[in-house]
């Protein structure tokens, strides 16, 4: 709890900070709360009218300044409710908390009931209202009292009290008329609250409920009321950490504990409760919602649920805090919060009978919709889950039921609401008879298998052994006799073990809290055993620490993530990028200058712990699920501070007031002497004690102020440091006016540009890999999951983006609908347009005769209708998000956008003045933002949508000066692709393109061309092949320069091709911007421009070059192996590319090589490879081998064996084609060092080179043997278009 220590540190320890009484004011009398949504054709008793802070006490308090607006707002969100004597008047309870502008909070426990209206006036206004409404609506019939019941004061109705017996026929009669001010009795809400700086929930609504019961008692409590709240506010201290306190109520002592510094935070909020709301499953899937910072709405009609759910949440987040926009409770006035294009946590109340579907959310792309009374969630799609989830809810359904928790399967849990309150009479006693007989009932009937709810569980134990109450318990029938109320018999309220009911409550509820929550913290006691390992502390001290945070890598994530078990990795990749891990990385590195934050000590201190356990981190590290082992002590030490009590407050006491005033009237709370509750007490101990210790705090403050930082400068570096300020991480609650919404609006609109800049910086930096570590940015090697994360960060921005503002909406996601919107304007004007475009395209034809891949224009409509095809993508979301990846991997989401936005009219007509769309400036540097993504290649639709089918449009161009454009053979083609391949297909005839369907087959890596060699013009000198992407785009271009035919070049008829990702045409390119090198090559390679560019067949490179070409192409391939097996890419290139491997060797080959004769045809290397053979297969067979030793002879049998191989296979691929097969076979097998000294030692190696050549060079030939040695150590496989037809 941020609030927690914030509050109460630098203040006075004080149990309570003030005491509140909210209600009408008769002085200003009826004020309908336009705010609240007002509608008038409800009945008067139904409407919503404004309350006001009646008194607050103190006036004020220095540390924690009285925000009147907000307090009244948040005691009673919905304004006041009338009632009257027909209808039900349970008292209801419920909390809040107050989120300050710093993060830190303050919380409000609130008890509601209803106080009889004494003032005439305000009976007359209704009474007028009433009549009004009758003659406005004569067609409805005076609703019975009833449906006034369902006025704003039910939604604090908790779901005990739907079950509440409906009022008698006699007092339905009485009120069918509607309200008469000369008949019926008119009530109204009053709510009595305390604001207290930690969440002691029990002790609160305690304290309150017995301040209730005081007055409606048939006698005067002991004291004036004035005592016990001077009592509270100025005379009970906070229990310190590690200790327990007692204080007293009007009745009954109060008893409340506070964990020691090394336990986890206080939090009094019955997560029992909560697990029982939403189940288990559901409850962890909502965990993970907000560990991922998603947007959180949670939906109830009672106002305790939502709190008990939201604080419950947020608890369990140990270590780590919340850091968005928090607001468990949202006034009806403020539903304008919904709108926020930010994460946020908030509770909205559900009207009784309000359907969800008919419930409008600006945004629902990233939102965790949270049904609470319909035990029901609804998920944002595609997010990830969290670690071992299967054995976490395992542990957490054991915890439970040993607490009497029964999860039933498939439905959420049952279970009793954690706290019962027996003397408010808020619950019927008719009801708890049949519960206790149904307990027995069950227990008899073994129907579930004794496994009793807790409250059933609690009574039998209560029942068991004891004949006198057995005795009672049958009596219940009859009497109605509440069976916890039988705890209070004898010995002064007290029933077993010596406490009250009450107090085993509280206990167990404590017990089964902390127990939840140790399982919880101890998965992520587990996962970050090694954070610190991977925290970056690069600054020398704090002040150029926050001074530099924005440029800093705080966290290594990608070796934290290389780190981390396999299943973990969707989850923690996600995890990481969030504000929450960003603000305990930022604390953890803040840590070594000042004191650590209260969180990250225990957290350390439970890491330490474990490590002492566990004597090295691979247990720790492990995929294993371990259960949490200090469940029992972390029980017992809660347990002793609630069994002995450490401290007692000072006893409420006469205080020095005036006589005769505040006069005890039954029903009424009575008029509070101010003067006695606005100053606390001079002369206790306790308060000397207390301004003491302030004294010297003071003292110690001024002493440090010169050596640290000054706390404002630290404050604004750290608004800086983090993605959104904490401006926004709460919106003020109070001040309402326009001014204040706008700035608010404003604030999130520059929220959101500076969160855009941040996202497309990071992604840059990422994705430029070793560019980036040369500009200075730290190693920043990405890997395909930390990629996919940022990028489906990018998707969920431009969601809150296109929410924010927004006016008109179809489905969850905004941008598909601005998009359709955008679509259906087009559309029109295409059919306007069809006649003349029709006529221009015909002319543009018959001039487009060359050949040559068609252009591609950019178009939006385009690329909607291909995401409109993909049959895979069922929602809306799913495909924004498509279309998003599809322009990011075709470079052109700004432009795209842009486009979108020119619309100015669309985009009035769909977004609301304030929207992000419509601020001109930040729209513009938005663009410009994610423009700059041009500049890296992205892979992202590609890569994802793996089983679409594609359409793929190829073009071979010929050398049209040297040879027929046409062959006469028949030609085919075979496209391959990291996903697959196209198979073989025939070429028509006489025509050079042809377009294809096939299954996406990923980065495009080979094409095999060949042909049958029929025809008289059956040569063909084909120059390259084109494959495009008609989706996203992206051209191949697969070089080739050689013939196909028989008796021409090598004879080949069929060559594998190797591809590489054309550049676009300057056409294509506009509006793009630039683009990074070829993905294939390492930025080392690019500097040697006579390497490069090695590329004819004529150009003859020096020996040097040679050498240095061959250590190149070894390095990228051991390079390509050392990258994480997801983003290798293609082997492929490094094989069989421009400067691969193939083409390395086969220079070496060449270099001296003797392949030009006169009048003859020209000789290959693959001539000396097959000659060398056949005097290898010849000697052996005259045994003049026999001699060699062992291995070598092994060794020849395999090199003859492999070239056999090659030359019997069915294809005709020619003489350069088969050495390139002998390689790429030989580096698989890892067999090309041993086979070298076979080559060089044979003598028709004297006949085809020259004395010069480097093959014949000892020492040259011993040092590329080294080289391709370091080849061994990798598991290389081959594409199966190259070796297709090879038989070993």
């Not at 060949?1010 to 063909?1020: F, I, Q, R, V, Y």
């Not at 002998?1222 to 041993?1234: E, K, M, N, S, T």
Request: hydrophobic share 35%; proline share 5%; glycine share 6%.
């Amino acid at each position: 709890m941020s609030g927690t220590n914030a509050a109460s540190g630098g203040a006075p320890c004080r149990f309570a900070h003030y005491f509140v009484i909210c209600g009408i004011d008769t002085e200003t009398g009826l004020e309908p709360d336009e705010l609240a949504g007002e509608n008038f054709e409800q009945s008067p008793l139904k409407r919503t009218f404004k309350s006001k802070v009646l008194a607050h006490y103190p006036e004020n308090v220095e540390w924690n300044p009285f925000d009147r607006d907000a307090v009244n707002m948040l005691c009673m969100p919905k304004g006041l409710s009338f009632r009257t004597q027909a209808d039900a008047r349970e008292p209801q309870f419920h909390s809040f908390l107050i989120t300050r502008e710093d993060g830190s909070r303050t919380y409000g426990f609130v008890h509601t009931f209803y106080e009889e209206v004494t003032s005439s006036q305000i009976c007359s206004a209704m009474q007028t209202l009433y009549q009004m409404h009758q003659a406005e609506n004569p067609s409805s019939a005076a609703p019975s009292s009833t449906s006034s019941s369902s006025s704003s004061m039910d939604s604090l109705a908790s779901s005990l009290d739907e079950a509440d017996p409906v009022p008698s026929s006699s007092c339905r009669s009485v009120a069918c008329s509607g309200y008469d001010a000369s008949r019926d009795t008119l009530y109204v809400s009053k709510a009595l609250c305390l604001i207290t700086p930690m969440p002691f929930m029990h002790a609160c609504r305690r304290f309150l409920s017995q301040l209730h019961r005081a007055i409606t008692a048939p006698s005067p409590p002991p004291l004036p009321l004035e005592s016990y709240i001077h009592n509270i506010l100025y005379e009970v201290p906070l229990p310190p950490p590690g200790r327990s306190l007692k204080f007293h109520g009007v009745y009954e002592p109060i008893v409340c504990q506070r964990p020691g510094p090394g336990e986890l935070p206080v939090a009094d909020f019955p997560l029992g409760q909560t697990f029982t709301l939403l189940g288990v499953e559901n409850l962890v899937q909502l965990f993970t919602c907000t560990l991922l910072e998603m947007q959180i709405l949670l939906y109830s009609q009672d106002y305790q649920q939502l709190m008990t759910v939201a604080e419950g949440i947020t608890t369990l987040l140990f270590p780590f805090q919340w850091q968005h926009v928090y607001v468990p409770i949202l006034p009806a006035s403020l539903l304008h919060f919904l709108d926020a294009p930010v994460p946020y946590l908030m509770g909205l109340q559900s009207k009784e009978g309000t359907d969800r579907s008919k419930l409008e959310l600006p945004q629902e792309a990233n939102l965790c919709f949270v049904d609470i009374d319909n035990h029901c969630i609804e998920l944002p799609e595609d997010f990830p889950q969290f670690p071992n989830k299967p054995e976490f809810i395992q542990e957490l359904n054991e915890v439970l039921l040993r607490f009497g928790i029964y999860p039933v399967e498939g439905t959420p849990l049952t279970s009793t609401p954690a706290f019962t309150t027996t003397n408010t009479g808020s619950i019927s006693t008719r009801k708890h008879g049949l519960k206790s007989q149904q307990a027995l009932r069950e227990l008899e009937d073994d129907g579930r298998n004794g496994n009793l709810e807790g409250e059933q569980l609690a009574m039998l134990e209560l029942l068991q052994g004891n004949a006198t109450l057995e005795k009672l318990q049958a009596l219940t029938k009859r009497t109605g006799v509440h069976v916890e109320a039988l705890r209070g018999i004898g010995g002064g309220g007290e029933g077993l073990g010596g406490r009250t009911g009450f107090e085993e409550e509280e206990l167990r509820n404590a017990k089964l809290n902390v127990q939840l929550r140790e399982v919880f913290a101890c998965r992520f006691t587990t996962m970050f055993a090694d954070y610190e390992a991977f925290v970056i502390q690069s600054a020398p001290d704090l002040e150029s620490w926050l001074t530099n945070r924005e440029q800093m890598h705080n966290f290594d994530k990608a070796s934290f993530l290389s780190d981390q078990p396999e299943p973990y990795l969707p989850f923690l990749s996600h995890f990481i990028e969030t504000q929450m891990f960003a603000t305990f990385i930022d604390n953890k590195i803040m840590s070594q200058w000042e004191e650590k934050e209260p969180l990250l000590r225990v957290f350390d201190g439970r890491i330490d712990k474990a490590r002492l356990y566990n004597v090295r981190a691979p247990n720790l590290r492990s995929s294993n699920y371990q259960k949490c082992t200090i469940l029992k002590e972390s029980a017992q030490a809660i347990e002793q501070r609630l069994m002995k009590i450490d401290h007692t407050a000072i006893h409420p006491h006469l205080l020095d007031m005036k006589i005769g005033q505040g006069k005890y009237v039954q029903g009424f709370f009575p008029k509070l002497q101010s003067d006695v509750l606005s100053v606390g007490p001079t002369n206790s101990k306790w308060s000397n004690r207390t301004a003491t210790a302030q004294r010297r705090k003071d003292r110690h403050r001024q002493r440090t102020e010169h050596l640290t930082l000054d706390n404002d400068l630290k404050e604004k570096y750290m608004q800086e440091a983090r993605s959104l300020g904490k401006n926004l991480r709460q919106p003020k609650l109070s001040d309402l006016s326009p001014a204040v919404i706008a700035q608010t609006n404003w604030k999130f609109v520059e929220g959101l540009l500076k969160e855009c800049r941040m996202k497309t910086k990071r992604m840059l930096v990422e994705k430029m890999g070793r560019e980036a570590v040369e500009l200075g940015h730290g190693e920043a090697n990405i890997t395909g999951l930390e990629e996919n994360t940022l990028i489906a960060s990018l998707c969920d921005l431009l969601e809150r983006i296109w929410s924010h503002g927004l006016q008109v909406k179809q489905g969850k996601s905004a941008l598909w609908s601005h998009l359709m919107h955008y679509q259906a304007r087009e559309e029109k004007l295409e059919q306007q347009q069809a006649e003349s475009t029709v006529s221009n395209c015909q002319e543009r034809r018959k001039s487009d005769l060359s050949i040559g891949m068609p252009i591609q224009r950019p178009s939006v409509m385009q690329d909607i209708r291909h995401i409109q095809s993909m049959g895979e993508i069922k929602t809306d979301v799913g495909r924004a998000r498509a279309w998003i990846r599809l322009s990011l991997e075709k470079k052109l989401l700004s432009q795209h956008l842009k486009r979108l936005l020119s619309h100015t009219a669309l985009t009035k007509k769909l977004y609301k003045r304030y929207a992000f769309l419509r601020c001109e400036d930040e729209k513009e540097q938005f663009l410009f933002h994610l423009l700059s993504l041009n500049t890296v290649d992205y892979f992202c639709f590609t890569s994802v949508f793996t089983t679409i089918m594609i359409p793929y449009h190829a073009v071979i161009i010929p050398i049209k000066k040297l040879s027929n454009a046409m062959t006469t053979s028949n030609p085919w083609v075979c496209v391959s692709g990291e996903l697959g391949d196209s198979g073989v297909m025939q070429i028509p005839k006489n025509v050079l393109e042809m377009t294809f369907d096939c299954h996406n087959l990923g980065k495009l890596t080979t094409v095999q061309l060949g042909h049958d060699n029929s025809g008289l013009l059956a040569k063909w000198l084909v120059d390259c092949v084109m494959v495009r992407n008609e989706i996203t785009g992206h051209t191949y271009k697969f070089p080739c320069g050689r013939w196909l035919g028989k008796g021409v070049d090598d004879g080949s008829l069929e060559r594998v091709l190797i591809g590489e990702l054309a550049l676009p045409s300057a056409e294509e390119d506009c509006g793009r911007g630039c683009r990074t090198p070829d993905m294939q090559r390492s930025p080392g390679q690019t500097r040697r421009v006579s390497i490069t560019s090695m590329g004819g067949r004529g150009y003859k490179p020096t020996s040097g070059q040679i050498q240095d070409a061959i250590g190149e192409a070894v390095n990228n391939i051991c390079k390509h192996f050392h990258k994480p097996e997801k983003e290798r890419g293609s082997l492929t290139i490094l094989l069989c590319g421009e400067v691969g491997l193939v083409w390395a060797l086969e220079q070496f080959f060449n270099n001296g090589f003797k392949s030009a004769r006169l009048f003859q045809k020209t000789v290959f290397v693959w001539d000396f490879v097959e000659k060398a053979v056949a005097y290898m297969e010849s000697a052996d067979q005259m045994g003049d081998m026999q001699e060699t030793t062992e291995p070598l002879g092994l060794t020849c049998v395999s090199l003859c064996r492999y070239v056999s191989a090659i030359n019997s296979t069915s294809r005709n691929i020619g003489k350069d084609g088969k050495f390139q097969l002998l390689v790429c076979l030989g580096a698989r097998d890892h067999l090309l060092p041993q086979w070298l000294p076979l080559l060089v030692e044979c003598p028709v190696i004297q006949r085809m080179y020259e004395e010069s050549a480097l093959l014949r060079d000892r020492t040259t030939v011993n040092a590329l043997i080294a080289v391709l040695q370091t080849l061994d150590d990798f598991p290389i496989t081959l594409e199966a278009s190259l070796i297709k037809g090879i038989d070993l």
